[in-house]
């Protein structure tokens, strides 16, 4: 399995307080992404990377920045957390190609008061 | 563009009947679908994938889905349903947008499994 580390695994904040959220991976893959899993929306892609300081946004990327200094490392950002942001977080990491699938982490619940 | 539709947002059967989870997916170029499970409190899981080899695939814990490029669907079966089957299913199809890789996932379908 893909080694898809997130942290923290679970997080209580105050609305208006910044959060970042940490992804490693350890398996040298190219594109990594961001989501967010809300009841009834399945998974939504927040910002994406397909490279080292190569990122994009996705459907639901306002109030969220990413950075990506190395290959392992993804970081998302809430500048200003607000309670509409209280979800679980998703990291997933893959080749890029076609027929490449997704390694997931465990998740990250975040509860913004 | 691309997207995908999960005709069902839950499902309920019996263990040992069969499992039928819909998905029609709409993309403008050939792409690869793929389906996903999650349990309770966990990560995704990749079920099977279809990447234009053989239209039925099979997957993991009985699992198996057909391509369907006339009816644009990827529905997925089992024959008979187990109690550790109840979970969260994903479709999601996968293809380049602007030269990157953008995977798109349906809403989900919640698989209840009764005894």
């Known amino acids: 399995d893909a080694g898809i580390t997130q942290s923290p695994r679970h997080k209580v904040t105050e609305t208006g307080t910044p959060v970042t959220l940490r992804c490693h991976q350890t398996e040298n893959h190219r594109y990594m992404y961001w989501y967010r899993q809300d009841p009834g929306h399945g998974l939504r892609l927040i910002h994406y990377?397909?490279?080292?300081?190569?990122?994009d946004k996705g459907e639901v990327s306002d109030g969220y920045s990413v950075s990506r200094s190395k290959t392992e490392d993804f970081l998302l950002t809430l500048e200003s957390a607000t309670s509409s942001q209280t979800s679980v977080y998703f990291c997933?990491?893959?080749?890029?190609?076609?027929?490449?699938?997704?390694?997931f982490g465990e998740g990250s619940r975040l509860t913004v008061l | 563009a691309q997207s995908v539709t999960q005709l069902d947002s839950h499902v309920s059967v019996s263990e040992g009947t069969p499992v039928l989870l819909r998905c029609n997916y709409s993309s403008s170029y050939s792409p690869s679908l793929f389906w996903y499970v999650q349990h309770p409190n966990k990560g995704l899981q990749l079920l099977l994938k279809y990447t234009s080899a053989a239209t039925l695939v099979k997957g993991i814990n009985g699992f198996e889905a057909e391509f369907k490029k006339s009816e644009t669907s990827f529905h997925l079966t089992k024959p008979s349903a187990h109690m550790s089957d109840a979970a969260e299913y994903f479709c999601v199809v996968s293809g380049s947008s602007g030269g990157s890789y953008i995977p798109t996932f349906g809403r989900g379908t919640s698989l209840i499994v009764h005894p």
């Open positions: 990377s397909y490279g080292v300081k190569d990122t």
């Open positions: 997933a990491t893959g080749q890029g190609a076609q027929i490449g699938e997704l390694f």
